[in-house]
């Protein structure tokens, strides 16, 4: 099958907002992406607007975000950890890394670790960020989200990442930690914590790549489509739950393929079919698996 090669250029971005969007009002009018969000389990807002574009979703998102930050309050001058990456390319990100008052030595310490090695894997699979991408931590957030405007903003909460690798880590049941990150990380919980990271800016970045993204936050994956349950298998079971959306589905496979995942041909098919964020170049791998070129295999001349 043909993947197309497209760089995650920022300048993509206004040709979408000229494209035709077809209105469904079929889709649900809630916001299932937040609320079946990598959460952390609290009572969680229920947006009942219905989102008609991706702009309708920069604007809730304007809206969600004054309000979340209007709870975060800014360590000190040390809280505020900026940046910049450089991709093989040449080409340059700044990203802001802000601490809330309310987080301890401890998370801070931990949460640092877990945003180099996410800038190391950025710079790695040749990821290529909004510039100037801001993220917050706090425990004091509703949720665990990310917020599509502007440069995009990304709301962590330590409290949330340390349970959900716990969690992951004891259970033997099916639960909302036997998600990527978990499968990617194992026992590490750098690695846990920086998969989440880029869960969100999957969001972010799928905000970006798809004129429907409004659409496929608001539309269950499985429900009415059982076809495709064998293909969220293959992702992790928090994509089969039943709520979750297809743009939910599109983060997880992003978290996998930027993390050098591999998966099958239904799976990145799905991804493709979404409009899931296109990050170099999706080959083929041994045994019809596909996965993300890395920038070590870009710098290889044809
Ligand atoms: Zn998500």
């Not at 920022?10 to 937040?34: G, W, Y």
């Not at 910049?84 to 802001?96: A, E, K, L, P």
């Not at 590490?188 to 496929?216: P, R, W, Y």
């Not at 239904?266 to 890395?294: A, M, T």
């Amino acid at each position: 099958m043909q993947f197309h090669t497209q760089k995650n250029a920022p300048a993509q971005k206004k040709d979408f907002n000229t494209a035709a969007s077809v209105m469904d009002n079929s889709s649900q009018r809630e916001s299932l992406q937040r609320r079946a969000d990598l959460a952390n389990g609290t009572a969680q807002q229920v947006v009942q607007r219905e989102l008609n574009s991706n702009q309708d979703v920069e604007n809730e998102d304007r809206t969600q975000y004054e309000i979340e930050r209007d709870k975060f309050k800014l360590k000190d001058q040390d809280g505020r950890n900026q940046r910049t990456i450089q991709y093989s390319d040449g080409t340059t990100r700044n990203v802001v890394l802000y601490f809330g008052n309310d987080i301890c030595a401890a998370d801070e310490s931990a949460c640092l670790s877990m945003f180099e090695h996410w800038l190391t894997q950025l710079v790695k699979m040749s990821i290529v960020i909004p510039n100037d991408l801001e993220i917050y931590v706090s425990n004091n957030f509703t949720n665990q989200c990310s917020y599509n405007f502007d440069s995009g903003k990304i709301c962590l909460k330590p409290s949330s990442i340390n349970s959900l690798f716990d969690s992951g880590k004891r259970s033997t049941i099916p639960n909302i930690a036997d998600s990527v990150p978990y499968a990617y990380s194992g026992d590490d919980k750098t690695k846990f914590g920086s998969a989440v990271i880029m869960h969100e800016l999957g969001h972010v970045l799928h905000e970006k790549s798809s004129v429907n993204f409004f659409k496929q936050k608001q539309t269950p994956l499985i429900d009415g489509h059982t076809d495709r349950i064998n293909s969220a298998k293959k992702v992790s079971l928090y994509v089969c739950k039943g709520e979750q959306s297809e743009a939910e589905f599109v983060a997880e496979v992003f978290t996998g393929l930027s993390n050098g995942l591999c998966f099958d041909e239904d799976v990145v098919s799905l991804y493709w079919q979404f409009n899931g964020p296109r990050c170099g170049e999706l080959i083929e791998r041994e045994n019809h698996k596909y996965g993300f070129r890395n920038s070590k295999e870009m710098e290889i001349p044809d």
